[in-house]
């Protein structure tokens, strides 16, 4: 069935440095893959996402890469800073109005000062 | 404009129970899909409503209903509740937009508690 996996389960990094999550995923249909950032005991917040016509895409701090033919994705999150610390979740979807969501397990991202 | 509201949230439910749980979508949304958020795990889908039909459906028992009424309103109703039902329930809403933040709109969740 449709499956996302996701590594690290948990990541710790200096302040100022990058973070890399990594994602692979199951269904070769999937076409849409967001990121979650969920802070404790709050809803997932969307912080970027990529559609498969794309191999990157970047908004600040934060880009996507997409390699569709390995079918992997990674987040990277370059000059962290105390306030990126969170669990992120990456997810995969065939995009359109009856999409669904399939989510990795999560990586909890601690960021040392 | 108001985004994806639940309700209630918090719940403590006692085993064998009934719950109902509530969801409004984003304004301007016609979809709504229920996700089950175990402590430490990434949401798991349960079912999606569209037209007040339910369209797709994860991997949950019958105990796990919905329904949603015209308005795009939405219930997750749980029969027979197990200790293992405890979770986080989000609603996520979803809409196509113009701009760079389509997909789905999470709710803030309703904290179920079986004991």
């Known amino acids: 069935g449709e499956n996302v996996e996701q590594h690290p389960s948990t990541l710790s990094v200096q302040e100022g440095d990058s973070a890399v999550i990594k994602c692979t995923y199951s269904?070769?249909?999937?076409?849409?893959f967001p990121w979650y950032k969920q802070e404790l005991g709050k809803r997932p917040q969307l912080i970027i996402d990529i559609r498969s016509n794309v191999g990157e895409k970047k908004d600040q701090r934060i880009a996507v890469t997409l390699n569709k033919t390995a079918k992997h994705f990674s987040l990277h999150i370059t000059e962290t800073q105390p306030e990126d610390s969170a669990v992120y979740f990456c997810?995969?979807?065939?995009?359109?109005?009856?999409?669904?969501?399939?989510f990795g397990s999560g990586t909890r991202l601690s960021i040392r000062p | 404009d108001a985004g994806v509201t639940q309700s209630p949230t918090h719940l403590i439910k006692t085993r064998g129970q009934q719950v109902t749980l509530r969801c409004s979508p984003k304004?301007?949304?016609?979809?709504v899909s229920w996700y089950q958020q175990a402590l430490g795990q990434g949401p798991q889908f349960i079912f999606q409503?569209?037209?007040?039909?339910?369209?797709q459906r994860g991997n949950f028992p019958d105990r796990f209903s919905g329904h949603q009424f015209p308005n795009y309103s939405s219930e997750l109703n749980v029969n027979a509740l197990l200790l293992g039902d405890s979770a986080l329930y989000l609603c996520a809403s979803l809409g196509v937009g113009t701009d760079i933040n389509y997909g789905y709109t999470f709710g803030s969740g309703t904290r179920l508690t079986v004991v």
């Open positions: 269904d070769s249909a999937s076409n849409y």
């Open positions: 409503y569209y037209e007040e039909e339910e369209r």
């Open positions: 997810a995969a979807s065939i995009y359109s109005s009856a999409s669904k969501i399939i």
């Open positions: 304004s301007g949304h016609d979809t």
